[in-house]
């Protein structure tokens, strides 16, 4: 069965600082910065920088993890992202020429959102196994600096640039579980794109959408698979934000140290954000200590949780975002 042999993170190091920004004229509220929105800066993509690079920089950051990775093994290559070089063709298609990689390997693009990790990997799994391929290179990349408007704090304070790329092999370390899905597309305006305008978001409604709904699909997703909230070593949510994410674990009743919160210094990096968890965290080769949230004074700070003997078995993946759309899914080390 396809599944997860490792992952290649890139994420910029130029960064925008969100604690002394202002909007018409007014200083945010660095409080509200740090405790609620989360995110004291954001991860930018430089000027010579695009969707297709960030994409070469993930993979050789994947190539560095893995030293003698044969490219010329690759059979399939997909990109999840909504901010693509061109229209047309499909981003997979240029990251194909830029490899040099076989004719006989098939590429093609998902246009999704925070959810699409999830979204992509179960597409994937089910298309390299449908059609007896054995290395797939999965990669996300939005940079939603692209289309985010400076003087709109609703946005301006929450995306960062970055890129992932996921190998995915019969042998990989960690095996996919059944994914739980749920579309509201009735709230689609809620998260927006409108041609010649900048992004749109109703945090407000995405948010009330999370709290009902998101909880809901974890734990159809946890029923569906068999598993309960015990059986879970790491519940890796999407970075949505701080308040989001402190919110799903106080509804879901999870402890602080099951459900980190990373994303302080580089933002909401879309489709990147769980990839980005993931090698971090709970890397297929390698056990490492991880971060959680802990709160005094109000004020979050980040503690180093003393877990370098600890080896998790089973992680939790959720994703929401554009659509209104949710995804959940467990994986589990083989």
Not at 177 to 196: E, M, R, V
Not at 209 to 221: E, P
Not at 251 to 265: C, R, T
Request: overall charge neutral.
């Amino acid at each position: 069965m396809i599944g997860i042999k490792d992952i290649g993170v890139y994420i910029p190091s130029e960064r925008v600082d969100n604690i002394n920004k202002s909007y018409n004229s007014q200083p945010v509220d660095a409080t509200f910065v740090r405790d609620k929105v989360g995110f004291v800066s954001l991860a930018r993509m430089a000027s010579d920088e695009n969707t297709v690079e960030l994409c070469l920089r993930a993979l050789e950051n994947l190539k560095q993890r893995i030293p003698d990775f044969d490219l010329s093994l690759v059979d399939f290559l997909c990109v999840c992202t909504q901010n693509g070089e061109y229209q047309l063709p499909h981003t997979s298609a240029i990251l194909h020429g830029k490899l040099n990689l076989s004719p006989q390997c098939s590429t093609f693009d998902l246009n999704l959102g925070c959810s699409g990790y999830i979204y992509s990997l179960d597409v994937v799994r089910h298309f390299m196994e449908g059609n007896g391929l054995e290395t797939g290179l999965l990669f996300t990349c939005d940079p939603y600096s692209k289309i985010v408007s400076p003087e709109d704090k609703n946005t301006d304070l929450i995306f960062g640039d970055a890129a992932t790329v996921t190998l995915l092999t019969p042998d990989g370390a960690w095996k996919l579980g059944k994914p739980q899905y749920l579309t509201k597309g009735s709230d689609a305006s809620a998260l927006i794109k409108k041609d010649n305008a900048p992004l749109f978001m109703d945090g407000r409604k995405i948010f009330n959408f999370v709290m009902r709904d998101g909880v809901a699909v974890i734990r159809k997703c946890l029923e569906k698979n068999n598993l309960s909230a015990d059986d879970i070593d790491r519940f890796l949510f999407h970075q949505a934000s701080l308040y989001v994410v402190k919110n799903l674990a106080h509804h879901l009743k999870l402890p602080p140290e099951k459900v980190p919160f990373m994303a302080q210094e580089y933002g909401n990096t879309v489709s990147s954000s769980i990839p980005i968890l993931l090698q971090a965290l709970c890397p297929p080769h390698m056990d490492t200590n991880a971060f959680s949230y802990a709160d005094s004074a109000s004020v979050c700070r980040y503690r180093l949780c003393q877990s370098s003997e600890r080896k998790d078995k089973c992680i939790f993946l959720w994703g929401c975002g554009v659509g209104l759309s949710l995804a959940a899914m467990p994986i589990l080390r083989r």
